[in-house]
C-alpha cells in the first residue's frame, strides 16, 4: 500500500483546509487510516483515525470538535477536514494506514501503522 497526502498550505488562524489522502495497491477494507503531525521539534502525535469495519471515527482532544476525518471508499482515499485553525496547528501532516481494525486506544499508537505517506505541510499564521 502506498499512501500520498496532499492539501497542505499556508493559511491564516481561523480558515479551513482539507487533506486528503490517497491509497493505491491492497487496502484492506477491514483496515485503520490515520492522521498524525508533528511540529518543530517535537515528537509525531495523533490527530485523528477513521476505523473501515464500523466506520467510526476518533480524535485526539486538541482537534475534536474542529477536525473531520472522513472516507471515499470508491476513491480509495482519506480526508481530514480542519476547521477553524489555530498557529497550535502547524506541523507536517501525515497518513497512516494499517490493515486491522483496532480498539479506540491502540489506533492512536503510530506504531500500530504499518504504511504511512510522506506528510503535506500545514502552517497557519498572520
Known amino acids: 500500500v502506498q499512501l500520498q497526502a496532499s492539501g497542505g498550505g499556508l493559511v491564516p488562524p481561523g480558515a479551513s483546509l482539507r487533506l486528503s489522502c490517497a491509497a493505491s495497491g491492497r487496502a484492506s477494507s477491514s483496515g485503520t487510516a490515520g492522521w498524525f503531525r508533528q511540529a518543530p521539534g517535537t515528537e509525531r502525535e495523533f490527530v485523528a483515525a477513521i476505523r473501515f469495519g464500523d466506520n467510526n471515527a476518533f480524535y485526539s482532544d486538541s482537534v475534536k470538535g474542529r477536525f473531520t476525518i472522513s472516507r471515499d471508499k470508491a476513491k480509495n482515499s482519506v480526508f481530514l477536514q480542519m476547521n477553524s485553525l489555530k498557529p497550535e496547528d502547524t506541523a507536517i501532516y501525515y497518513c497512516?494506514?494499517?490493515?486491522?481494525?483496532?480498539?479506540?486506544?491502540?489506533?492512536?499508537?503510530?506504531?500500530?501503522?504499518?504504511?504511512w505517506g510522506h506528510g503535506t505541510l500545514v502552517t497557519v499564521s498572520s
Open positions: 497512516a494506514f494499517v490493515n486491522k481494525n483496532y480498539i479506540a486506544s491502540a489506533l492512536r499508537d503510530e506504531i500500530r501503522y504499518d504504511y
